[in-house]
């Protein structure tokens, strides 16, 4: 065997053994809880996981984007939420790998790698989400330092994270608007706050929070690149890595809602018989173990695509629409597969159904991504 | 003290074991195979007794096909500081059966002078839980097998053992060979910056030949069945003819 799928391999089995071991027995009463996962955080950091694919250069395991994808599957499978906790950190991450000077990567990547320094984006505003642009919290260079005011909203990991990579306007009145904005490396200080925790259908036991920027002072270091006005570009060009792991997301959440259904459909018997030999439940798993399988090549198709350094904003704008539509469509499924049963807080399956619709939505909705995907189509093949 | 643990490949404890449709054994095309959970036990405690300061190397050995580098690899990532692959077979489906492999690990350990052997009982394959008292035998040494317990003193091992009806404390003298238990302890999974890591770790590679070692098999498959399914119990009206039936029909009390 190729020494490079042997290692895949060995990484993904002992990911499979750290989430049967510690994160399958304690979903269940977390999410219920809407609690924290702080053990498992830890266990993240021993595994190495918040340095994945940070360059080994800097302390990561320089991982390519197609193994990446396989471990969020995996993690998704288990529990959404966990996927999420290294989700946004590793764009702040890559942000400051692909576009940040020498300083600033010898100083942020290897803490960022070993999970010293945690944490996520910055980027959604109460009335800027998909329209960035519109962004209105504002760095004013005062000396050496950036004075920061506004208010962010859906801020994973900000509020057991410590850093997050934040979009501000450091010229408000730029036009095209765009030119204004920049990416600072945002640890926490006098003047960051943490506002509140939001309530959410799912996706519990993660932190997404609002924050409040009152005069909070950034050392003009921070800025992302040492040139202003390149943020949302610098921003941008991370999200394909955020739709890749959210498409994965989406395979996973689609997987264990099959294997749910499979098992089941298995053991439940009706007339005499285990459902899984009706035609009616047939036909649903048949669909559900298609639309899996797509999703997980499509998924992988814009991985390969990201890591060869091609263009792959379709790729990647494909397979986070596909996988978090099979996502939703297989939690719907599943549930049906498991008749009352499946509606019930004992099962699992209500978890999988509150999780799925938040991946057609953040990380670019489903909306967003088929416009991009339209586009693309046209521009790669002019009339 | 430097500690030697022989690892196998086996089919993966999770897969659904098929028997080949000629009965010559069970199927292995494109089965997912892993370390025997034993012999995890056995790399988890030798690595242990690394961490208190009981020991100074563990090196780990594999015998059979090539591909037995991978468990070997795992094996280091886990913590394990180099690894022996003996090729003793081309075919996956050719098993090396204990009597080879324990005259082959007795070569190795001429060579490395290991201070103590650890083992798992028994590959979960065969089940032929054979191979580490041969070995003991064929070295000489003390040996204790199903451990539950081990701790190193001076120049002997105390080892709790699980045997019918309990457990039994012994006292073996050094070098040794033990066999572990399911209970031994709970092994770790590598991280994955140890798994980066054990790509560089040394692990050399021989072949049964270099050893002296004739591997031809001295067993003869006669067929290779399923279990049977299980059957559906009964239902008894009464203790009393729960207690008549143990006695009577199962034989039991």
Known sequence: ?383 | MKVLVPVKRVIDYNVKVRVKADGSGVDLANVKMSMNPFDEIAVEEAIRLKEKGAAEEVVVVSIGVKQAQETLRTALAMGADRAILVVAADDVHQDIEPLAVAKILKAVIDEEQPGLVLAGKQAIDNDMNATGQMLSALLGWSQATFASKLEIEGDSASVTREVDGGLQTIKVKMPCVVTVDLRLNEPRYASLPNIMKAKKKPLDEKTAADLGVDVTPRLTVVKTTEPEGRKAGIKVESVDELIKKLKDEAGVI
């Open chain 1, 1 to 383: 065997m190729n020494e490079q799928i042997e290692q895949e391999q060995m990484i993904l089995d002992s990911v499979d053994k750290f989430l049967r071991t510690d994160v399958d027995p304690y979903v269940h009463d977390l999410e219920a809880k809407d609690e924290y996962p702080a053990e498992i955080v830890e266990k993240m950091k021993e595994m190495g996981l918040f340095g994945c694919i940070i360059s080994e250069d800097y302390g990561g395991l320089g991982l390519s984007t197609q193994t990446y994808a396989k471990i969020i599957e995996r993690i998704s499978r288990s529990w959404m939420s966990v996927s999420g906790i290294i989700n946004s950190h590793l764009i702040m991450a890559s942000a400051v790998q692909r576009a940040g000077t020498q300083a600033q990567k010898s100083e942020y990547l290897p803490r960022f790698a070993t999970g010293e320094l945690r944490g996520g984006i910055g980027l959604t505003e109460p009335d800027a989400g998909t329209d960035l642009q519109a962004i209105r919290t504002v760095a004013v260079k005062d000396g050496e330092d950036y004075v920061v005011n506004g208010t962010k909203t859906w801020i994973t990991n900000s509020m057991y994270g410590n850093t997050i990579a934040l979009l501000v306007k450091t010229d408000p009145k730029a036009e095209p608007r765009h030119r204004g904005m920049s990416l600072l490396i945002a640890e926490k200080g006098p003047g960051f706050n943490v506002a509140r925790k939001l309530e959410k259908l799912g996706y519990r036991g993660i932190d997404t929070c609002e924050l409040e920027f009152k005069d909070y002072r950034v050392p003009a270091d921070r800025l992302i690149g040492g040139v202003e006005g390149r943020g949302l570009q610098q921003i941008l060009s991370g999200l394909e890595l955020g739709r890749i792991n959210v498409a994965a997301r989406g395979v996973g959440v689609a997987r264990a809602a099959l294997d749910m259904a499979v098992a089941y459909a298995q053991q439940r018997k009706t007339f005499g018989k285990p459902i899984g030999e009706h035609q009616a439940i047939q036909l649903m798993l048949g669909e559900m173990a298609t639309r899996t399988e797509a999703a997980r090549l499509l998924t992988d198709n814009a991985a390969r695509a990201y890591d060869a350094g091609e263009r792959c904003d379709m790729e990647a704008g494909m397979a986070k629409y596909f996988a978090t539509e099979a996502a939703v469509t297989n939690a719907m499924d599943s549930m049906r597969v498991h008749g009352g049963y499946g509606y019930s807080r004992e099962f699992d399956i209500e978890r999988l159904y509150r999780d799925a619709p938040l991946l057609t939505i953040g990380e670019g909705t489903n909306e967003l991504q088929r416009i991009i995907i339209a586009k693309q189509i046209m521009e790669r093949n002019p009339a």
